[in-house]
Protein backbone atom coordinates (compact mmCIF):
# COMPACT_ATOMS: atom_id res chain seq x y z
CA UNK A 1 0.00 0.00 0.00
CA UNK A 2 2.80 2.76 0.76
CA UNK A 3 4.31 1.91 -2.50
CA UNK A 4 0.93 2.95 -4.62
CA UNK A 5 0.52 5.72 -2.16
CA UNK A 6 4.50 6.81 -3.12
CA UNK A 7 3.18 6.90 -6.94
CA UNK A 8 0.14 8.35 -6.37
CA UNK A 9 2.28 11.16 -4.91
CA UNK A 10 4.92 10.97 -7.42
CA UNK A 11 2.01 11.48 -9.82
CA UNK A 12 0.35 14.47 -8.48
CA UNK A 13 3.31 16.37 -7.52
CA UNK A 14 4.23 15.91 -11.46
CA UNK A 15 1.14 17.38 -12.24
CA UNK A 16 1.56 20.43 -9.91
CA UNK A 17 4.89 20.88 -11.40
CA UNK A 18 3.58 21.38 -15.08
CA UNK A 19 0.69 23.56 -14.04
CA UNK A 20 3.30 25.44 -12.29
CA UNK A 21 5.47 25.55 -15.23
CA UNK A 22 3.08 25.72 -18.09
CA UNK A 23 1.31 28.86 -15.83
CA UNK A 24 -2.13 27.23 -15.56
CA UNK A 25 -1.84 26.90 -11.81
CA UNK A 26 -1.89 30.47 -11.63
CA UNK A 27 -4.59 31.34 -14.57
CA UNK A 28 -6.96 28.71 -13.38
CA UNK A 29 -7.99 30.66 -9.86
CA UNK A 30 -7.33 33.67 -11.73
CA UNK A 31 -10.00 32.40 -14.05
CA UNK A 32 -12.66 31.26 -11.43
CA UNK A 33 -12.14 34.14 -8.92
CA UNK A 34 -12.97 36.32 -12.03
CA UNK A 35 -15.76 35.01 -13.65
CA UNK A 36 -17.34 34.71 -9.97
CA UNK A 37 -16.61 38.52 -8.89
CA UNK A 38 -18.31 39.68 -12.85
CA UNK A 39 -20.75 38.21 -12.02
CA UNK A 40 -21.37 39.68 -9.10
CA UNK A 41 -20.47 42.95 -9.94
CA UNK A 42 -22.52 42.94 -13.03
CA UNK A 43 -25.50 41.56 -11.01
CA UNK A 44 -24.96 44.49 -9.10
CA UNK A 45 -25.46 47.02 -11.68
CA UNK A 46 -28.39 45.54 -12.74
CA UNK A 47 -27.65 43.22 -15.36
CA UNK A 48 -30.40 40.26 -14.52
CA UNK A 49 -32.30 39.56 -17.70
CA UNK A 50 -32.34 36.02 -18.85
CA UNK A 51 -29.91 35.16 -22.30
CA UNK A 52 -31.66 31.65 -23.04
CA UNK A 53 -33.24 29.15 -21.33
CA UNK A 54 -32.48 25.49 -21.55
CA UNK A 55 -34.97 22.43 -22.51
CA UNK A 56 -35.39 21.67 -18.75
CA UNK A 57 -36.56 25.36 -17.96
CA UNK A 58 -33.40 26.41 -16.44
CA UNK A 59 -32.53 30.01 -16.98
CA UNK A 60 -29.44 31.45 -17.97
CA UNK A 61 -28.61 35.14 -16.92
CA UNK A 62 -26.95 37.70 -19.59
CA UNK A 63 -24.47 38.31 -16.49
CA UNK A 64 -23.09 34.55 -16.55
CA UNK A 65 -23.31 34.94 -20.66
CA UNK A 66 -21.06 37.65 -20.41
CA UNK A 67 -18.60 36.58 -18.07
CA UNK A 68 -18.16 33.59 -19.50
CA UNK A 69 -17.54 34.90 -22.67
CA UNK A 70 -14.78 37.19 -21.43
CA UNK A 71 -13.21 34.99 -18.97
CA UNK A 72 -12.42 32.37 -21.94
CA UNK A 73 -11.32 35.03 -24.26
CA UNK A 74 -9.28 36.38 -21.51
CA UNK A 75 -7.76 32.46 -21.12
CA UNK A 76 -7.67 31.05 -24.96
CA UNK A 77 -5.42 34.73 -25.57
CA UNK A 78 -2.99 34.74 -22.86
CA UNK A 79 0.62 33.47 -24.31
CA UNK A 80 1.69 30.05 -23.91
CA UNK A 81 4.52 28.29 -25.05
CA UNK A 82 4.24 26.76 -28.13
Do not use: N
Not at 43 to 66: C, E, P, S, W
Amino acid sequence: MPIIAGIALLIAIYILYKLFVDGFLFKIPIFFAGWIGMIIILKALGVRGVAFTLDGGTQIGIATVISTIICLGALLTTRVKE
